[in-house]
């Protein structure tokens, strides 16, 4: 069968076999962040963005995406690169394997529905990302400062459009 959509920004059409599944069309579309970590919508690590939603693409048949918009880490690398040296600075990028794209989409997500998330929003939206390596205090530091950077460059902004105070 066939299946069109759009991947990255553009439009993308495919043979698929009925039962192929998301994670395994895209990295055979070249969107090799895309990792599988356990098929059983446990870890977290294939998520990608399905009409800019979060998604588990190890549970999405391929053939429902006919017509979405689907966004992998490689359709957002300057804004993923950004976090990820946060991630770095705080020693929470350790093996790599579970942040791109798992972590970072999600992170990255959250911050498009949430302007200013607590830290137990944070915790809570971001639970069904696993990481094996260690806790997850580096990687709760890391979204703190990013958060930190992303509100003053906002406030800096919108004091040069003349929307802060004197
Ligand atoms: S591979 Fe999809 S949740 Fe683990
Ligand atoms: S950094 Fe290694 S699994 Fe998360």
């Keep these: ?3 069109q959509f759009t991947l990255n920004g553009k ?3 495919t043979e698929i076999a009925a039962d192929t599944v998301l994670l395994n069309l895209l990295r055979d579309l070249g969107c090799k962040s895309v990792k599988c ?14 009409d800019g939603k979060s998604r588990l693409s190890c549970s999405v048949l391929a053939a429902s995406i006919d017509g979405h918009e689907v966004t992998t880490l ?8 950004e976090f990820g040296s946060f991630l770095a600075q705080e020693g929470a990028e350790q093996c790599g394997f579970c942040s791109p794209p798992g972590f970072i ?11 200013n998330p607590s830290i137990e929003e944070i915790k809570e939206y971001l639970a069904g990302n696993l990481c094996r390596c260690t806790g997850y205090m580096g990687q709760l530091r890391a979204i703190q400062k990013y958060m ?6 906002v406030n800096i902004t919108v ?8």
């Design 1 to 3: 069968m066939e299946v």
């Design 11 to 13: 439009k993308v059409s």
């Design 37 to 50: 970590g356990c098929e059983t919508t446990n870890c977290g690590l294939c998520t990608v963005w399905i």
């Design 74 to 81: 490689e359709g957002v690398e300057k804004e993923a690169a």
């Design 105 to 115: 989409m999600n992170v990255l997500a959250m911050f498009r529905e949430l302007k």
């Design 148 to 153: 930190e950077v992303r509100n003053t460059a």
């Design 159 to 166: 004091k040069k459009m003349g929307g802060g105070e004197e």
